[in-house]
């Protein structure tokens, strides 16, 4: 008699797989084109099978949105509540890197969770944000002790601890955390070697510190809207940065200029053609802002703090149309893509460029990932600092990114 087939065993960690291969999808193809189908066939089951571990596609997004910062909280458990900056942001940066792909959908697509939802996640990582900010005042008591006793702007001394600490936890969380956001190819160890050692640069830095050209910045302005179509482009941009694109409805967009919705389709054929001129003008603004940064600028220490001074400069004059174009163009056509893309690359390759006539020993891909760490210190002090936009504000970002980069 045959023996009869033995079943496929169920893995025991399938809801864990469940979790990771969607973290993928959404990370890569954005919250609402993402599908179960896909997410489904990336662990191997059926689109049915994956129901009965989550009801509908939010309860999976939700819990995915969540699995990086619970991470980090649970590592952070794990350390000593004494240790130092360099084991509390050693364990950020393990986890990181081991998760890069599937991690960055906190800093994005946490847009399209309910408000609840989003209210409890702000809450986790503010958590791990005071436990790295702990480490940096233990570190730092000196610096701490003076910015106590600096007095405000209105002449009142401080008695409050200040919120430098804050600020430098969070931009060392930024450039940590920057390595979910891109697809640079770095052995895994290296990697955390380069993160760590520009989060610990970032917390070392003073963000008081004056770094050069930071309050010379001219940005290129924002053409004024004088047609139809650049008044809809206008409109659309902050409703996108607010609600996220695929929840804005052309009936508000139309609304916000004073049009009927069928009148939208006369200037751009559908929502998505605003979306892709949004990101369009975007990186024409930040190649311009590039351009003037580094006009007659010959010294490659100059032109980084250029760079990054414009970078800031940049991010803070233009928070609303940045984040639409950082956050939406995972979701668009691979062809209406491949631009935006490249104009990145090129952004990018300036930087490189620069920062490795400045440290030479930079391998190309550390010193892309080093400028990848640049950008997540501005994204994350610049929410730290709700984006106000002041001169002390943008020097304070400039000196962390300098940091960041190791510009000694």
Known sequence: MNAAPIAAARPRNRRQL????????????????????????????SAAALYRHFPNKYALFAECANVMVDRLAAVLGEVSSEAGPAEVLGAVTRVAVAHRASGGLYRWEARYLDHEDRRLLRVKFARVVGRVTEAVRRSHPADEAVRQDRPSPGGVRQDCPSPDAELRAAAALGAIGSITTHHVSIAQRRAEEVLLASALRV??????????????VELPAQPVPRTRRAEILAAAVPLF?????????????????????????????????????ACLQAAGLLAQ????????????????????AAYVAYSFEHTA???????????????????????????????EQQLRLLRPELAPRSARVLVHAGFGVVVEAGRRLRWRDTPEHRSAVTALVVGALGLG
């Open 321 to 351: 149309l940045t984040s639409v174009a950082e956050a939406e163009v995972v979701g668009l056509p691979a062809d209406l893509q491949e631009p935006l893309i490249r104009a990145q690359r090129d952004h990018i390759a300036v930087w």
């Open 203 to 216: 917390i070392a830095t003073d963000p008081a510190a004056t770094v050069g050209r930071a309050h010379s």
């Open 241 to 277: 940065a607010r609600d996220g694109f695929a929840k804005v409805t052309n009936g508000q967009i139309a609304e916000a200029v004073g049009l009927v919705p069928s009148a939208l389709y006369r200037h751009y054929p559908n929502k998505r053609d605003i979306l892709v001129a």
């Open 18 to 45: 469940i979790l990771e291969a969607a973290g993928r999808v959404f990370s890569e193809r954005g919250y609402h084109a993402a599908s179960m189908e896909e997410i489904a066939a990336g662990v191997g089951i």
């Open 289 to 308: 802002a590039v351009d003037r940064s580094l006009e007659g600028v010959t010294d490659p220490h100059d032109a980084v703090v250029a760079l990054a």
